[in-house]
């Protein structure tokens, strides 16, 4: 596609359920990343795929959040047991791979929401 | 671990005034640096991405500029537009050795006044 995917844009959801994002990547791109923007604060790192194999975990912040990529294409965010905390702006980048000399792409994120 | 800083948090500039943005990192093993714009609601937009072997690039009226063995990089727009308000962020991206992972600072919001 022309550019990173991400849905829903928007997700309300209550405490205790769980959410999944989707990141649909850049055509070609090989490498993706999943960050976590909340109110005020700067972007957090989650995870990274290489790839459908993910070599850096260590940013997940508990078992209750976990991520997929297959076809080295789409990848899914999942986020179990929601809790408050856990509301932000979950962005999705993209880069042709991890070392390389074009530049990150940004998604417009999924702005989540638990009450 | 790598830390990023960006000072100031933010800055108000009349139209037509040069605007200068500063990003400082710990770890000097980077693999290369990277200047993006967030306006409020959407994703990021990358502006310019300096090699660690590159000491400066520009585009348009954007320049940056980068210092590895300081752990500097500054970003120059000149002749500041009210368009050009958004917030501004830096990311690092370290090399293999350090887990090619990319941080970021903490950006720096602009306000360009008309």
């Known amino acids: 596609g022309a550019g990173v995917s991400q849905s829903p844009s928007n997700k309300v959801t209550e405490k205790g359920k769980d959410v999944e994002l989707r990141c649909d990547p850049i055509?070609?791109?090989?490498?993706l990343y999943w960050y976590r923007q909340s109110l005020g604060q700067g972007l957090e790192f989650l995870i990274y795929?290489?790839?459908?194999?993910?070599?850096?975990k260590s940013g997940l912040p508990s078992d209750r959040f976990s991520a997929e990529r297959t076809g080295g294409s789409v990848s899914t965010l999942t986020i179990q047991r929601t809790q408050q905390e856990d509301s932000a702006v979950y962005l999705c980048?993209?880069?042709?791979?991890?070392?390389?000399?074009?530049?990150?792409?940004f998604g417009n994120g999924t702005r989540l929401t638990v009450t | 671990k790598q830390e990023v800083t960006q000072i100031p948090a933010a800055l108000s500039v009349p139209e037509g005034e040069n605007l200068v943005l500063n990003c400082s990192f710990t770890?000097?093993?980077?693999?290369?640096l990277q200047w993006f714009r967030q306006d409020p609601g959407k994703g990021l937009t990358s502006l310019l991405l300096?090699?660690?072997?590159?000491r400066e690039q520009t585009s348009g009226r954007l320049n940056a500029s980068l210092d590895k063995s300081s752990g500097r990089s500054t970003l120059y727009i000149a002749a500041s537009q009210p368009g050009d308000s958004a917030t501004y962020l830096c990311?690092?991206?370290?090399?293999?050795?350090?887990?090619?992972?990319?941080?970021f600072g903490g950006g720096t919001r602009v306000l360009v006044k008309p």
């Open positions: 055509s070609g791109h090989t490498a």
């Open positions: 300096i090699q660690s072997s590159q």
């Open positions: 980048a993209s880069s042709l791979k991890v070392q390389s000399v074009s530049p990150l792409h």
């Open positions: 990311a690092v991206r370290g090399d293999k050795a350090a887990g090619n992972k990319l941080t």
């Open positions: 770890d000097s093993a980077i693999y290369n």
């Open positions: 795929f290489q790839g459908n194999s993910a070599p850096d």
